[in-house]
C-alpha cells in the first residue's frame, strides 16, 4: 500500500513539473517575465496600451500586417499599419482585434543588434535578390533572435513546422538565400546595424516586431 501510495505521488509530482514547466513558456508568462527581453528592450511609455489587428501580408514582401492605433505621440512609432514578423516559431498567431498591446524599443541595445542587421537591409537585399521573400527573413529573424531555439537545417525534424515554409518533404523557400543571410549577420554581429530598429510588439503572451517609424 505504502508503495502504491508512494509511487503513485511520484506520478502526481512529474505531471506537476511538466505543468509547471510548460506554463513558463514566454507565450503564457508575457514579457514582463522574460528577463532576457524585458532587460534589453526599453517601454514606450506612450504605446502601453494599444490596439491592434493581425492581418496577413497582402503580398510575398509581408509576413504580417498590424494596424495600430491608440498610441500617444513620441519619436518612435505611430499609429497605422506596419508589416511585421514572428519572434517564437511554432506558436499560433492571434488575428482578431486585440486591446492592451504593449511596444517595446530596442533601440540602441546590443541584445537585439542582430535583428535589427537583418531589418535594415531588407530593401537593399531585394535589389540584389530579386526572389527574397518574407519567407527567407522570418526564418532568418528565428534563427538569429535565439529566443526559442531554431535552427535553419533541423526543418525537416521539426514535427509542428508550419506548411508555409516546408511540407512534404520539400523546402518552400530559398533555403540558401536564408542561409546566407543568416551567415552574414553571424559573421559579423556587431556590425552597426542602420537607423531601423526593432519595435517589439507584446499582445497576450504573443511576441511580434515591426520596426520604428
Known amino acids: 500500500m505504502h508503495h502504491y501510495t508512494a509511487n503513485a505521488l511520484s506520478i502526481i509530482a512529474l505531471f506537476f513539473i511538466l505543468f509547471i514547466s510548460s506554463c513558463e513558456q514566454y507565450s503564457n508568462s508575457g514579457i514582463e517575465e522574460s528577463v532576457a527581453f524585458i532587460e534589453s528592450t526599453t517601454p514606450i511609455a506612450e504605446a502601453q496600451n494599444v490596439t491592434m489587428e493581425v492581418r496577413d501580408g497582402y503580398s510575398q514582401d509581408v509576413h504580417f500586417l498590424i494596424d495600430l492605433s491608440n498610441i500617444q505621440p513620441n519619436d518612435e512609432i505611430n499609429d497605422g499599419r506596419k508589416k511585421a514578423w514572428c519572434i517564437e516559431w511554432g506558436q499560433p498567431v492571434i488575428r482578431e482585434q486585440q486591446t492592451d498591446v504593449k511596444l517595446h ?9 542582430k535583428l535589427n542587421l537583418i531589418l535594415n537591409p531588407i530593401d537593399s537585399l531585394k535589389e540584389k535578390h530579386a526572389d527574397l521573400t518574407w519567407k527567407e527573413i522570418q526564418i532568418a529573424i528565428w534563427e538569429i533572435v535565439e529566443y526559442n531555439p531554431f535552427d535553419i537545417e533541423y526543418i525537416p525534424e521539426y514535427s509542428n513546422f508550419s506548411r508555409n515554409f516546408y511540407e512534404d518533404n520539400e523546402y518552400k523557400f530559398n533555403v540558401e ?13 556587431d556590425e552597426v546595424a542602420g537607423d531601423k530598429y526593432a519595435i517589439i510588439v507584446e499582445n497576450e503572451g504573443q511576441i511580434l516586431v515591426t520596426t520604428n517609424d
Open 105 to 113: 524599443s530596442t533601440e540602441n541595445q546590443v541584445y537585439w543588434n
Open 177 to 189: 538565400l536564408a542561409r546566407e543571410i543568416i551567415t552574414s549577420i553571424k559573421d559579423h554581429p
